[in-house]
């Protein structure tokens, strides 16, 4: 509903996501907000579907139009509040312009989580950046738009966890024990960079 940083100021948004008491096989929704120091709407929707909900096999899609911090990388999904990156967000005036395509598989192996993902992505520096790209033998292109793709893969290792299938997923009982989280992100060559600029715009 409402948060603050250096670049946005204050924002406000709001998102709608459906439950189990409509179908316990899938969940849809999206969100959106507006920052009221950069004067810009972000938005976001996803679509997920529990494929074996009992072993924890499901398949994820989404996409998103929103501000991400420039160089930064989730791993894990045990973020606290009060962490040093709610501290970076506070602070950092450095944004990309953040639109992507996600699609993830996941699945469980007795105590490991583990997610497969692909992902076309373009980034725009909300900053004073650019990128030189050498076109030809005479030709260089100074560009502030990166358009990628890639494949990765979490893992997410809790020895001796206990695990509770609540009639529609499985719930991880916490654990005495630490828990590992490893992540693997590879670009890989994609469509041409017309297709991309298309699916993407």
Known sequence: MLGYSNYEGIRLGAGLFTNDRLTKKMTIGGYFGYGFKDKAWKYGGELDVKLWPKKGVGLNVSLTHDISQAGSMAIGTNEKLGSNQD???????????????????????????????????????????????????????????????????????????????????????????????????????????????????
């Not at 950092?92 to 996600?102: A, E, F, H, P």
Request: hydrophobic share 35%; aromatic share 18%; charged share 20%.
């Open 87 to 201: 501290l970076y967000r506070f602070y950092t005036t450095l944004y990309d312009q953040d639109i992507n395509w996600k699609a993830s598989l996941r699945f469980r192996v007795k105590g490991v989580k583990a997610k497969i993902t692909g992902k076309l992505q373009r980034l725009t520096p909300l900053y004073n950046y650019q990128f030189e790209q050498i076109m030809g033998e005479n030709t260089v292109l100074a560009t502030s738009e990166f358009y990628y793709s890639l494949i990765g893969a979490e893992l997410c290792y809790s020895p001796f966890s206990k695990v509770m299938y609540n009639g529609s997923r499985l719930v991880d009982i916490s654990s005495k024990y630490p828990v590992f989280n490893l992540s693997f992100q590879q670009t890989v060559p994609y469509i041409t960079t017309n297709e991309f600029q298309r699916l993407l715009s």
